[in-house]
């Protein structure tokens, strides 16, 4: 089960892979609420970086308001686009419907064409987009449909090393019977739903765990910590670090804070930091760096054991793969940043007053800063992102570092809660050092 496989031994497991799938998703379907092939069509353009759950509440009454293709073509763009608007990116979207819809009117009579070729000349219609419409509203099968889950777990099955989807489905057409095209995708996008997540994947229950090598499954902790005390913040991250040697591998914290305050670098003075925020407490980190506010920001740790590759990358190195790494989770929420190309601070010794090379900037404003601390137990890089001004939620931004990871770098994701000894240890560094204030304003 390796990218060695010879192809009849991969067509071979494929094949016991459809069957525990078909024991398991007897039902499964598309999930895409719709009673003709005008509203599938107009419901797949929807789900565009949009949940088929979030689809399904806008549905309802655009179906109702909009009967035929004419009607689409026919309605004023910015009235579309509020009738929408919660399926996300819906100016583009609504562009999409109305320009399909017209050439419908135009070139098809009103109807839905059945042949892949017609359908993609369609504006806002890909290939992935004809393929549900074909399978789905006609029975047709032209191909296989490939979106997030079909990609992902075909490349975690073993089944194709690509990632681009029409690659993908090009080696699934030869892999899959013809007339299982459709099915196998639901089969896969059921499974990813319900058993085999992006992120902490359900292995141990998995009805067809083995037949899958968990290609890519570079697996890495996962700690979503519930809002902290300034104190516990600190020490649980000194504990991760100090207890790499015998977690062995990386983990990822997400966590917040219980009060309003703010985080200054190991290797600063205390009476240099106390005059350049009012936000209190002041808290000394394990790492470097300057002062953080932590008042609105979204805040993050990384913790790596000496033998992970992280921990061979120079200081540099780390600080710029760190914010890419971030970058490329802010370009999955369709915001756009880029990293500094050069130094410009505006107040030495605050993190977010101006910039250092390789910070990540969104309109020109840095919105992300990290310090780091390398010991013989490991690395730690203690994080901060101060969030644009936009409709954007935390929970949605830590879904896509961890999604971006597992693209990038083939990263998989293991829940991870602190162990007893893991929590003694931080308590008992809050207890020596971070909760005192001798030790926070010992320079």
Not at 112 to 130: D, F, I, N, S, Y
Request: hydrophobic share 40%; glycine share 8%; aromatic share 8%.
């Amino acid at each position: 089960m390796t990218s060695s496989e010879p192809k009849e031994a991969k067509a071979a497991r494929l094949n016991k892979i459809i069957d525990g799938l078909k024991r398991v998703y007897p039902d499964a379907h598309c999930e895409l609420n719709h009673s003709n092939a005008l509203e599938l069509l107009i419901a797949t353009i929807l789900s565009a970086q949009c949940t088929d759950k979030r689809v399904n509440l806008v549905t309802p009454d655009l179906f109702r308001k909009y009967g035929s293709a004419a009607d689409y073509a026919g309605a004023q763009l910015a009235e579309l686009e509020q009738d929408i608007k919660t399926a996300g990116f819906f100016r583009n979207k609504a562009k999409s419907i109305k320009a399909c819809c017209q050439a419908l009117v135009e070139e098809h009579g009103g109807q839905v064409p059945r042949t892949m070729e017609a359908l993609t000349a369609l504006g806002g219609v890909g290939r992935k987009t004809a393929n549900v419409v074909l399978g789905n509203a006609f029975d047709i099968s032209c191909g296989v449909v490939v979106d997030t889950h079909v990609g992902r777990l075909t490349q975690r099955f073993g089944l194709t090393g690509e990632n681009d989807p029409q690659k993908i489905e090009r080696e699934l057409m030869e892999l899959v019977p013809r007339a299982q095209w459709t099915m196998f995708s639901h089969w896969l996008i059921w499974h990813g739903r319900r058993r085999c997540y992006a992120r902490n994947p359900d292995c141990p229950n998995c009805e067809i765990s083995a037949l899958c090598p968990r290609i890519g499954m570079h697996t890495w902790y996962l700690l979503e910590s519930e809002p902290g005390h300034h104190a516990f913040n600190m020490a649980l991250d000194e504990a991760l670090l100090l207890a790499m040697p015998r977690l062995g591998r990386p983990v990822l914290r997400f966590y917040g804070w219980t009060d309003r305050a703010a985080s200054f670098g190991y290797f600063q003075r205390y009476a240099d930091i106390e005059g350049m925020t009012l936000l209190r407490p002041l808290v000394r980190r394990p790492t470097g760096g300057g002062l953080v506010p932590h008042d609105a920001d979204w805040t993050y740790s990384l913790a790596f054991p000496p033998g992970e590759g992280w921990y061979s990358l120079s200081a540099t190195e780390s600080y710029r793969a760190v914010h890419e790494w971030i970058q490329a989770a802010f370009a999955k929420l369709d915001i756009a940043t880029e990293l500094a190309a050069a130094c410009r601070k505006a107040q030495a010794g605050q993190c977010f007053a101006g910039h250092e090379k390789f910070d990540l900037l969104w309109q020109g404003r840095k919105i992300a800063g990290a310090a780091q601390r390398r010991t013989r137990e490991g690395l730690l890089i203690q994080g901060s992102v101060q969030p644009p001004p936009l409709a954007l939620a935390q929970a949605d931004w830590q879904e896509a570092m961890c999604e971006a990871a597992r693209t990038r770098d083939g990263t998989g994701w293991l829940k991870f809660e602190p162990d007893a000894g893991l929590s003694e240890r931080a308590q008992e560094l809050v207890r020596q050092k971070y909760s005192q204030a001798s030790y926070n304003q010992k320079r």
